[in-house]
């Protein structure tokens, strides 16, 4: 199989469309204007000698390696720092060249250690590869006298030696083998954006510096990897390869964690992964990472994995290890009791957002196939199922319209409800380094997030509006862009339907929908509305990013249509650098919902009512297909305790923890006879099941994830299914054991199907993905290449459609009781519910869930940061540490929901979007106070929880 190589062609490409022409040793190659010599050498196929250049980050010119020779010119110029230039001659190999390099390298190596042998990099140093290079033999220069090798010199102290940093646990930082080359610095600065780095004193004492000389588990390190991949020598080295050693095959995958859908190099020494490497031909990531994706995947080894199959009968009982014959044939038959005695629609099941297409589509097909009905829901229900109502009303279709490419054309950027530097790192990276270019930022959001502030970052506009007023400050802004004209006619003339635009218009334009009245609404200064309107109507080419903020409301759907207005009032559609781009949770909540996981949808966004569409597939899979619409999540639930819905398949996902009214869930649950986990972990929503299907991490199957610019990636199989077997082969054979005549053979297959009934996908198959390395759908035959920019002559539904938002209060309210309002979000090093994410050194950033408190707020109730508190609401109450910022404003608190000690959503209330039954995470009235230990719920919870946990060990025969 071999390692996946990657030329690293030193220096960035140019994106000058002139080209230039010259030769290098002789040999003619053609490069865009603006290529520095090294790279257009390499593009001819000759590898010049470098070690401070690589093409992740600008050239440098520092190590003196890359010099070459110009005829024409005197010296010898550094290739990394010189552009070509028509009918330039270049000679990379003279004898000159050859003595400065050899005495370049000699000093390298005179100051760091030769224990080569012993070195984890052995095999992948590029200073031990370059010193070959050059041809070093010999180095003249011995250790005596100052060098940064040595703990000791001649039995005294060498205060220019440093110990290794292991504080990070990921990497090491060893400061003996550096040789201030600052690629680190530079990838810290350039690709990720976080500056956390900085190089030190100046000549022979420089070095390389996390922060104010810290340690980098003390410094703003986000441990996204970019200094490690960029490292030349062992300075930076990631512990797994310490521990395991160098790789020895590699294999491209996609992440499993958020809607990035990052490329990596699955890197292994037999059936053991070595490391993540980032992909630098992954269109979504363009070789870039975060600390989930590039370390945080320890959770496929973790010894609380389940790898066998069990069942129970009672949820109060422990649990029983089984065979998977018996555990599906359990299944199976307790499924059709259910149907008998309950009827057809009294089971269904719920597809994840964590699995690939193939997987989805299978569950969903079960549902419909062999349940016979549409009970078939997904996590999207509760993040972005607004936006697929939303984006579909006004444009005709469920999706985002730009490639992640596209930010790097955008001059205005407006954030709505999103914290892209916590919840989608790798795209946030692009955002901010296109931020530091000049484009300016725009920020809706009821917390200062990062990119409000940062390193080179400042926001021009920061509106924090109080949670539930999103609708009327996105229609403020639509009324200063209509009352001051600043309006697209002549986009909205030819691609929207003009009288609709009126009527919208007139309503925008009502005095109640003023900056003026809205800021007292929300607490918002009337000019800062005023202003950000104008910038983004007239400053250029304006894109808009939204997040669960957005969606996650009682008028999430009305928020996401009057986001489309204010894009298509300001003519930002169909081009790159516009756009309405949803940032999605999950590594394929796109996916999940294209499969088909709505229960009024069939895969590709058709109405189940549609005869032409059933038709397609009652052929296919050979049944009647139900023509209404069936339960969604929370009716499910509501159905359970009711008592007509008995029997759940929940596939790769954990709703007692991630679905609000955390207690109507456990009683719908604990209402049901027969729920099915398919998962890793023994899950809370495990508690209350009476089967438990070991399921497969994405290391362990082939298949595809779609990502949030609706990219279709490849997920391919690096090890062997540690449970025996695949999500999607689990899924086949539980519909065998209920006897669907399924054959699957691989993955592939499914796709087949896939594209054979689902018009966006028609082009896509396996053998299309690996030649395309990714495609973005619609991919058919208009469009056989993908989509990477949505509506460009025209809207998928013809003409784009204006709809009035008006503002309804949500109904939850403060008062004397609950005078606070909570919000919820995510963090960094951990992911949605943290199944994958707790058991992991993660942990190590965020061991618990804090709740942010303004300090004004904190004084009035005397409390203290980290002191315990009671976060209580009308659903219910739990007890966290409180944290004392005014990142939030008064009158507004904020949590996390990655721990289930704390479960949050035992707060959240049953409010949901009026559309799509979305839950209103984003506003719940609450009080805080001071606490002495966990409530009684949390008490309750974990006794419940660990009583349930329990597995029946095998007694030995007698």
Wanted: negative net charge; glycine residues 8%.
């Amino acid at each position: 199989m071999g390692l996946v190589q990657e030329i690293d062609y030193g220096t960035p490409a140019s994106t000058s469309e002139k080209q230039v022409t010259l030769t290098v040793d002789g040999f003619t190659v053609t490069v865009p204007e603006g290529t520095s010599i090294m790279r257009a050498s390499m593009e001819a196929g000759i590898a010049i000698p470098k070690l401070c250049a690589t093409d992740m980050v600008d050239a440098f010119g520092s190590c003196r390696l890359c010099l070459v020779e110009i005829d024409g010119r005197n010296g010898t110029p550094s290739s990394c720092t010189t552009p070509v230039a028509p009918g330039m001659a270049v000679h990379t190999q003279t004898g000159r060249l050859k003595d400065i390099r050899r005495g370049v390298m000699e000093l390298y190596i005179s100051d760091h250690p030769l224990d080569c042998l012993t070195c984890a990099a052995n095999g992948d140093c590029e200073l031990q590869t370059q010193a070959g290079v050059v041809g070093l033999r010999d180095v003249r220069y011995g250790y005596e006298g100052d060098n940064h090798v040595f703990k000791k010199n001649d039995g005294a102290e060498n205060f220019k030696w440093m110990a290794k940093d292991e504080s990070n646990p990921y990497f090491t930082y060893d400061p003996s083998k550096c040789i201030v080359c600052s690629r680190c610095v530079r990838a810290c600065e350039e690709v990720q954006g976080t500056f956390a780095l900085t190089i030190e004193g100046r000549g022979f004492e420089s070095r390389v510096s996390p922060g104010m000389h810290q340690l980098f588990i003390d410094s703003e390190c986000v441990s996204c990897g970019a200094c490690v991949q960029a490292c030349p020598t062992a300075t930076l080295s990631e512990k797994s390869v310490i521990k395991i050693g160098q790789p020895e095959h590699s294999v491209v995958t996609t992440c499993a964690y958020c809607g990035v859908g990052c490329s990596f190099k699955a890197e292994m020494r037999g059936d053991e992964l070595v490391r993540m490497v980032p992909y630098k031909d992954g269109k979504a990531n363009r070789g870039h990472s975060c600390v989930k994706g590039r370390f945080a995947y320890g959770y496929s080894t973790h010894k609380e994995r389940i790898l066998n199959p069990m069942i129970r009968e009672k949820v109060t009982d422990p649990w029983r290890e089984v065979s998977w014959e018996e555990a599906l044939t359990h299944t199976a038959n307790e499924f059709r009791r259910i149907q008998y005695q309950y009827g057809r629609t009294s089971i269904g099941g719920i597809t994840s957002s964590r699995c690939t297409n193939e997987e989805t589509y299978l569950v969903q097909k079960l549902i419909r196939q062999g349940f016979r009905n549409n009970n078939v829901d997904t996590c999207a229900r509760v993040c972005h199922s607004p936006t697929g109502y939303g984006l579909g009303q006004t444009f005709g279709t469920s999706a985002g319209t730009q490639d992640f490419d596209s930010i790097e054309q955008t001059d205005v950027v407006m954030i709505i409800g999103a914290n892209p530097t916590d919840a989608h790192p790798v795209f946030a990276s692009r955002m901010k380094k296109r931020l530091r270019k000049g484009a300016k930022l725009i920020v809706l959001d009821p917390r200062r997030t990062d990119i409000v502030r940062s390193a080179h970052i400042e926001a021009q506009h920061h509106l924090p509006l109080k949670p539930g007023t999103n609708v009327a400050v996105v229609t403020a802004l639509a009324h200063v862009i209509v009352t001051e004209g600043l309006f697209a006619e002549a986009f909205i003339r030819e691609r929207c339907d003009w009288d609709e635009f009126q009527d919208w218009a007139s309503f925008v334009a009502l005095p109640e929908n003023s900056p003026e009245v809205v800021g007292q609404l929300a607490n918002v200064d009337p000019e800062e509305i005023r202003s950000a309107a104008r910038l983004f109507a007239a400053g250029g080419n304006g894109a808009i990013y939204y997040g669960l903020g957005v969606t996650e409301h009682s008028q999430g759907s009305t928020t996401v249509i009057a986001i489309a207005n204010l894009a298509m009032a300001t003519g930002n559609i169909g081009r790159p650098g516009v756009g309405v781009n949803p940032l999605r949770g999950q590594n394929n909540v796109q996916g999940s919902c294209d499969m088909g996981s709505f229960p009024h949808e069939l895969p590709g966004y058709r109405h189940v009512s549609g005869d032409a569409v059933r038709d397609i597939y009652e052929t296919l899979w050979g049944v009647k297909l139900d023509d209404e619409p069936g339960l969604r999540i929370p009716n499910m639930l509501d159905a359970a305790v009711d008592g007509s819905f008995k029997g759940l398949y929940v596939q790769g996902e954990d709703i007692l923890q991630s679905d609000p009214d955390t207690k109507h869930v456990a009683a719908g649950l604990a209402a049901m006879e027969c729920v099915v986990v398919h998962d890793l972990f023994l899950n809370e929503t495990a508690n209350y099941a009476h089967v438990f299907l070991p399921g497969s991490t994405f290391l362990e199957k082939d298949g595809t994830f779609t990502n949030a610019e609706r990219r279709i990636n490849r997920v391919r199989k690096v090890m062997a299914p540690k449970n025996g077997l695949a999500d999607w082969e689990v899924t086949q054979k539980l519909a065998q054991a209920m006897g669907l005549a399924w054959n699957y053979q691989h993955p592939s297959e499914i796709m087949d199907e896939i594209a054979k009934t689902t018009p966006s996908f028609a082009k896509v198959s396996y053998d299309y993905l690996e030649k395309m390395g990714s495609v973005q759908w619609p991919c058919n035959e208009q469009a056989p290449e993908g989509t990477p920019i949505m509506h460009i002559s025209g809207f998928v539904r013809g003409k784009g459609k204006f709809i009035r938002t008006e503002y309804v209060a949500t109904d939850e309210r403060t008062g004397p009781r609950f005078p606070l309002l909570l919000t919820t979000g995510r963090i960094l090093s951990q992911y949605n519910v943290g199944a994958q994410t707790r058991r992991t050194d993660n942990v190590m950033w965020h061991s618990e869930d804090r709740l942010e408190i303004h300090p004004h707020d904190a004084e009035n109730r005397g409390l203290r940061d980290g002191d315990w508190v009671r976060l209580t609401s009308r659903s219910g109450e739990t007890t966290l540490r409180a944290l004392i910022t005014d990142k939030v404003s008064p009158g507004v608190v904020y949590t996390t929901f990655h721990h289930p000690d704390t479960q949050a959503n035992v707060i959240t209330t049953d409010f949901s979007d009026w559309a799509t039954n979305c839950p209103e995470y984003k506003v719940t009235a609450v009080q805080v106070g001071a606490s002495n230990g966990p409530s009684e719920w949390q008490r309750d919870y974990d006794e419940q929880a660990r009583n349930s946990r329990r597995i029946a060990t095998l007694e030995a025969a007698e």
